[in-house]
């Protein structure tokens, strides 16, 4: 089985390579200036197939063998890339049933990339031939290091809804439900009079009127995602008749919403991700370190890849913020604390034409008299001391549930609430946690709980039976749980649980919920004596067991129970009946941080205490990473060892200067 | 000729009921407590085609044969319903030319209802057909009470704009204009060149740019009416082949803006009406006592029945806030109040599944160990006391002119401001005018007004010159009349009435208008010396018989009259020249409210005086109806009775608590 | 060479004129009410194809025969328009094929004007021969003094994206590109392997996920001017077959901004302009005059026309706000003092009908008996008095530099910052030019410039190599320059200039930019230590010869140059790094204000000084204009001559009353 370690000699360094857009001559200096700020890894062709593959069976490979041979002999290792994300325009010309439709069913045009159906045999075809000649052709070449299928699966064409796709989701459906007898008790076609007579008579989940089939709505967004796994593996196989090398693809954790990667998780070799900052939210790095959680725990806890990111500025946001002094750094040695064995980068040289010509790169317009590049020497010699770090692992206590699926169906219409969102609720949990300085994982609800102290549910709504039954497992056991509002109402097809809310759930939390009280827009609610204010929801809580730990003191539900404790088993099961904001600052007593602390000593989860909340600490293998994103130094107690980056002896305590980063190695016999 | 009483018990109360979501043996709970709440009416079948008719010509009627029997045997009685606003896949997929088409040619796709063209020939034949069944079957069963025709007719597809419906527009227009000079003629066509050769060259308004022919689109906004109309008129006359029981379809009066109800009125044999409040809005029960007061206009003052309103949630809007404690009880009194016959729910069980499981119901997910519930039980209960109530009036001596036409018509693009709205003012006034406890009818602006001391207009653009004539001899013969700005301005062509504004209104207000002044966003003009506030418009008012009542003392009209009144036969006509709120408060002098009292003290309209202005108070018959929407007890004097409710003798005033209801029965002699 | 003088008896009066919406007794009165307002021409037969051409090849000219005599006989002159931006319905219906598409693919509807696409060969050879026809019958009638061809192109239709308009591009393509070879190489389609194999590979840019390559929507752009361009050629040469009289068509300066009116500039015998002033913004009449400078550099300085200007409320704006007192009779003058030898109106007589219809008029709806005809007649007799001002000419020292190019290129998706706009940051240098009493021209930027002291850059993204040389050679030869951040970025394909920022204008203006920071939303940055403030925009600049005015003293790019001068050859060139606001009030030093008053001082640009900057003051020909925008009188030193209007003699000074104008003529020997 191909995998890790990738590049053996440490982490992975360099980024998106694009030599097609530059002459010959340039390529030189390319490679010169790789050499120069430590590059040891690029990934190459990935939108190169109308020059590979000129008209339809026409193939030229002369260039990119150059400058593979090129990079092989500067020590530049290849993840190479097939090219399938932006097929040729003369296949968009010859294949017109191709294209892809919009949900109003508008044909989408070509002149930029992803433009075609994702269930298109003709697609299939072509996209299989061409990564099968890449891999003949380079299989074996001392270069290339591993392989980059495809590019963004999902990024502008998740969905389509053309009658093709339409027949591929009939197949898709015959496939999940048997008989169509078995999809109208599934999809709870009574309602409204929907039932189908034959497979023949669905249609995708097409501009409708709102009231649209949910059930209908989630096996789509299902079906979708098979077609593109079916897409990479058809091309991930052809690549195997040829070489053993790794096969990844980028991911786009978390912000491909449409994509589940849960389901994509076993098809890579190595998890690999593309990750850029919000620029117009502030603390981004909270983000970002969801992000890198998110993807090791989709990679099962290995090591994975940062394929992309950014040096600076992106261009598709609204306002492209540059990056502050120190954030690059910062950035990227997160991910690397987080578990990825890479530093990589969309771009190695800024474009001068195309849609992304303001996006940053390693090589700037300016050239390398800047800032910026200065930076990205100096991070490439860091990344060198850091060698040691590659393939080490991060430990988790607490483990917090993401569902792709859950996040689909709370985001269809006609919910109770707008206001109620999945990773709303998410952010707001895995903010807490971050800012209590404890390191998480994240889970399918129906994974191995076994190795989590606590396990927080935030606002999960789409919960199976057989995922309540592992949670309250997990209770019984000795495991502590946090279950946030709104949790564990429909099953896989968004019916509801039998019985009062939450139906999967009720046992474990020791309460039912007799009626829902969203807020007004802007609306609060006061909980508990002690200043604690809820959003968006309150909800009529009846106790069955578990007991009030803080009472709504306002709104529709005042005097009735707001967060509550449930001893189950060997274990505690804690509920929280609205939403609470994070809670900002390292003393703060209100809002979730102070319902988090009390469900995290009762579970004996282990953090450091009393530092900012602005410092980042986690450990991975034996390296203790301090990422300080606040405006002042941080003394960090209890730190003894040799900092990695500085090379100074840390004996007790390390101060983090302002913005910097500290990587401390233990003594070996810490 | 079919009619009242539907329930010669008294008041209806039940819901719709969908027994096809459901295994057999919950029917039996069902019943059970349907009679524990005094259920005696259930709505039937709505969304069933499917099931009886599972393919095109093939019918299954026993599940529905057992479910009348087994609500017919439990004393039960049932509206049925046909089941065509959701016809089923199979007749979808057998006729593409039915699917419904929007104003920008996407073809809108199944897995909602409403998802059909409705001048489709193929919905025509195979509505009829399973009307037609249904009445054959079940006409002489002796459960069966009532028909319903269809659901809220247009929620989705008011207007469809495929090519089969152009083709009916064509015919329609041939009907209604004769020749296509008579058409240009009607519609203006040589503005901007557009004159018709023959009427194929007629397209319906579909999209395109701005400034598209006005007249053409209030025709297809009729024509519209008239399509629906004509799918309801053949499944009531294939219903009364076999029936001779009252036949309804449920309106939803004034939330369906598409559908002319004055138009439809003549066609139900009861009217019927759906009303939902809108959560988002204060003070929700005014809206709803307009949207009764309105429904009770449409049924030309007969009695009607409350089809369906909710327990609590609905599942549609953005924030789907439940209903306060007494909420429910004071909105079904208050349709009951206002000449409801009947207080019926959707639904009766809520939905495990579907695009409605969070709508709320009569039995709650939560089961009968629930509030809800207990509210349930006890409003079944309090309505077998109102019995007498049932088939008696409620008599107005204000009438307010609703006028669809014109609603249409002002909301068109190219208006002189897009602040001034129908609704809005309509709205503005109706609440002034509840908050001075006055009860009104509204009415068609041609039709008879001689039994109103005072006509109120507001704002109504489009007013025909039969219209403008009958208000003019209400007014000579010594009725009164309120009209404010921006009335009518133009026929039912949308061509401006020649002379200057306002065309038809210039002689009964004796005044015209020179120019209009619509003011900046947000924007206000002082009115008078003592504080009021206009919004949203101003104009030049030139007097021509009316005096000055109030002058704008600011503004681009400062010095020129805003209030005027003018003295006409034995009439009173007064004007507004801009927007005023309705004020709130007991004692408010300001805004509308003192104009309007200064109005109907002149017109001699009588009203309780000194009571709060949340209170809600009215006659029906013999009973008068006190509702306190506030949170304090309201003492209201001059009450002698017995409390139908609560059983107490009231002497000379009544208390009623706060949030409560009391309904009195004055003494014989009273 | 037919042109001026259009009317050899001075400033023409009137407007559209659209008799076929009133019958023929109205003529007469229209008539007898131009006469008497001092009407000496109007423009005739704008949407009446339907009625000349009432079936394809059958032709009616009794009635244009009619009216035409009769005005002539009046002695009004005839603007006689071509009905070609309406075609009529049977044409439509007729040709299918000729329908607009939108971006998406939708079909765009009748019932309005400018549905149909402008490559269409059917609707090239239906209005070629409707304008061969008119021309032939009219050319020798003596009412008729010019044409006017079409209405307003690309109003609606500015780009239409059917499969003949593809097909169109692409021999347009051919043309511009030569080879497919080139337009890859041009467009840059190496990005995101975009590379077109044949030119029959393109598509228009329809509907497409972000990215789209912006090469290829610059080009469908400028393609679909010519094609307009190319509809308006065929007319004026059909009529010219037949007249020499002067052809024109209305333009939409500014606010069409598809339009490249540079690229028409060559083709009208006249230009002439409609403006519309939008209600919503304060101080429009600074947008008037940026418009009417606009539009007389369009003519190369020569005088034009007002062709439609409103007399109050127009009808498409969201609150059709009046013309307060006086405003009329400025904006008009405001034009005849910025070059046009017209003050022409849309419309004659209020429509009772169509889309238009509460547009103002000359003859409002109210009638004559208002004070909207009293100003009408009042500004005709004014306009007699200036007739002596017909023909001459406006003389500036300032030029701004206007590109429609990059216009477009700027509003593209994907820039750094959605905040930064061309449209905003030309009019805020062009108010803070105007405040500060200076006269400005517009020029495209690689214009002569010989004439002008002093050139302002204000953010022009693209700039062709060739205009970078003329901004340079400019400088050197002893011109004044002054840039605005993000000029000079890209090439006529989007492609960055090589290097460092910004490409083409580094060495004239003596500094690089390192790198762009955007600021966040609502963001601002310090500039300098006296209360400059920079909005939407820093960034870092690198200093090569220029020195530094102020520097940032807050933000990303504190300490580094804000505002810089560089000295090149006989001429200074500055720069400034920031969006900074025109700044308001006579005594502001802050803001733009401050740094234009530095650079016009060292430029030498003439000005009066101690003047309120509400107060409009500029030359045309001897004449002084003098408009009094303030809500006080001004008095102005140094003025002597004759009131033109008043017929006051002015001896050293003038004072304009609040809200007034004063034209005076000075004395022979001034």
Do not use: K
């Given at each position: 089985?191909?995998?890790?370690?990738?590049?053996?000699?440490?982490?992975?360094?360099?980024?998106?390579?694009?030599?097609?857009?530059?002459?010959?001559?340039?390529?030189?200096?390319?490679?010169?200036?790789?050499?120069?700020?430590?590059?040891?890894?690029?990934?190459?062709?990935?939108?190169?197939?109308?020059?590979?593959?000129?008209?339809?069976?026409?193939?030229?490979?002369?260039?990119?063998?150059?400058?593979?041979?090129?990079?092989?002999?500067?020590?530049?290792?290849?993840?190479?890339?097939?090219?399938?994300?932006?097929?040729?325009?003369?296949?968009?010309?010859?294949?017109?049933?191709?294209?892809?439709?919009?949900?109003?069913?508008?044909?989408?045009?070509?002149?930029?990339?992803?433009?075609?159906?994702?269930?298109?045999?003709?697609?299939?075809?072509?996209?299989?031939?061409?990564?099968?000649?890449?891999?003949?052709?380079?299989?074996?070449?001392?270069?290339?290091?591993?392989?980059?299928?495809?590019?963004?699966?999902?990024?502008?064409?998740?969905?389509?809804?053309?009658?093709?796709?339409?027949?591929?989701?009939?197949?898709?459906?015959?496939?999940?439900?048997?008989?169509?007898?078995?999809?109208?008790?599934?999809?709870?076609?009574?309602?409204?009079?929907?039932?189908?007579?034959?497979?023949?008579?669905?249609?995708?989940?097409?501009?409708?009127?709102?009231?649209?089939?949910?059930?209908?709505?989630?096996?789509?967004?299902?079906?979708?995602?098979?077609?593109?796994?079916?897409?990479?593996?058809?091309?991930?196989?052809?690549?195997?008749?040829?070489?053993?090398?790794?096969?990844?693809?980028?991911?786009?954790?978390?912000?491909?919403?449409?994509?589940?990667?849960?389901?994509?998780a076993g098809e890579v070799d190595v998890v690999s991700n593309d990750h850029y900052l919000d620029a117009g939210r502030a603390e981004g790095h909270i983000e970002l370190a969801m992000a890198a959680d998110l993807t090791r725990s989709v990679a099962g806890g290995r090591p994975w890849m940062l394929m992309e990111h950014s040096t600076g500025a992106v261009n598709w946001q609204p306002r492209n913020l540059a990056k502050r002094p120190g954030e690059m750094r910062r950035n990227s040695l997160a991910h690397v604390a987080r578990g990825s064995d890479s530093v990589l980068f969309f771009q190695w040289r800024a474009s001068r034409y195309g849609a992304e010509k303001f996006h940053s790169a390693m090589l700037p317009h300016a050239g390398t008299d800047s800032e910026l590049w200065r930076d990205v020497v100096a991070l490439g010699a860091e990344l060198r001391e850091l060698a040691p770090v590659r393939g080490s692992r991060v430990e988790a206590e607490v483990?917090?549930?993401?569902?792709?699926?859950?996040?689909?169906?709370?985001?269809?219409?006609?919910?109770?609430?707008?206001?109620?969102?999945?990773?709303?609720?998410?952010?707001?949990?895995?903010?807490?946690?971050?800012?209590?300085?404890?390191?998480?994982?994240?889970v399918h609800p129906a994974a191995d709980l076994s190795a989590y102290r606590m396990v927080v549910v935030p606002s999960s709504y789409l919960l199976t039976e057989a995922a309540g039954k592992n949670l309250h497992r997990h209770v019984e056991a000795g495991g502590h749980l946090l279950v946030s509002c709104f949790s564990g109402i429909v099953d896989e097809n968004d019916t509801i649980h039998p019985g009062a809310y939450p139906g999967v759930l009720r046992d474990v939390l020791g309460l039912s919920v007799e009626e829902f009280h969203p807020l007004p827009e802007n609306g609060t609610v006061a909980v508990g004596d002690d200043g604690l204010t809820g959003r968006i929801w309150s909800e009529r809580v009846r106790l069955a067991g578990a007991r009030t730990v803080r009472a709504f003191t306002g709104g529709p539900d005042a005097g009735h129970p707001a967060v509550t404790r449930h001893e189950l088993g060997a274990g505690t099961a804690w509920y929280v009946a609205t939403a609470l904001d994070p809670g900002v600052g390292p003393d703060t007593d209100g809002d979730l941080r102070a319902i988090l602390r009390a469900a995290l000593d009762a579970a004996g989860v282990s953090r450091p205490r009393g530092l900012p909340d602005t410092l980042e600490i986690l450990r991975r293998g034996r390296h203790l990473f301090l990422l300080n994103h606040g405006d002042e130094p941080v003394t960090v107690p209890g730190v003894s060892g040799t900092g990695v980056l500085d090379g100074a002896e840390y004996a007790g305590s390390a101060t983090v200067p302002a913005g910097g980063v500290t990587v401390v190695e233990p003594a070996p016999d810490a």
């Open positions: 089985m191909p995998g890790y370690p990738v590049l053996p000699e440490g982490i992975a360094y360099g980024g998106d390579y694009n030599p097609e857009q530059w002459p010959e001559e340039v390529w030189h200096e390319d490679v010169r200036l790789m050499r120069e700020a430590g590059v040891n890894l690029v990934s190459l062709g990935i939108f190169g197939w109308s020059l590979l593959e000129p008209e339809e069976g026409v193939y030229d490979f002369g260039r990119l063998d150059r400058i593979i041979d090129l990079l092989g002999s500067s020590g530049i290792r290849v993840d190479l890339a097939t090219p399938t994300s932006s097929p040729p325009t003369w296949f968009r010309t010859a294949h017109p049933g191709s294209h892809l439709v919009d949900r109003a069913g508008h044909v989408v045009a070509g002149g930029s990339r992803h433009s075609f159906c994702p269930s298109s045999p003709e697609y299939a075809a072509a996209s299989e031939r061409i990564a099968g000649r890449l891999a003949a052709r380079y299989a074996g070449h001392p270069a290339v290091v591993m392989w980059h299928v495809h590019n963004e699966y999902g990024w502008a064409n998740a969905r389509c809804y053309c009658e093709t796709s339409a027949e591929a989701f009939r197949d898709w459906l015959r496939e999940r439900h048997g008989d169509v007898a078995a999809l109208n008790a599934a999809w709870g076609t009574t309602f409204w009079g929907l039932t189908y007579g034959s497979f023949h008579e669905v249609e995708p989940p097409r501009l409708a009127p709102a009231g649209q089939l949910t059930a209908l709505q989630l096996d789509y967004a299902r079906f979708s995602v098979d077609a593109h796994i079916a897409n990479f593996r058809r091309e991930r196989d052809a690549i195997r008749r040829f070489s053993d090398l790794p096969v990844t693809t980028n991911f786009m954790i978390p912000n491909c919403e449409p994509m589940d990667y849960w389901r994509w483990a917090l549930v993401w569902d792709w699926e859950s996040y689909w169906a709370l985001e269809l219409e006609w919910r109770p609430s707008v206001d109620l969102r999945f990773r709303e609720r998410v952010e707001a949990y895995y903010e807490a946690l971050w800012r209590e300085h404890v390191t998480v994982d994240f």
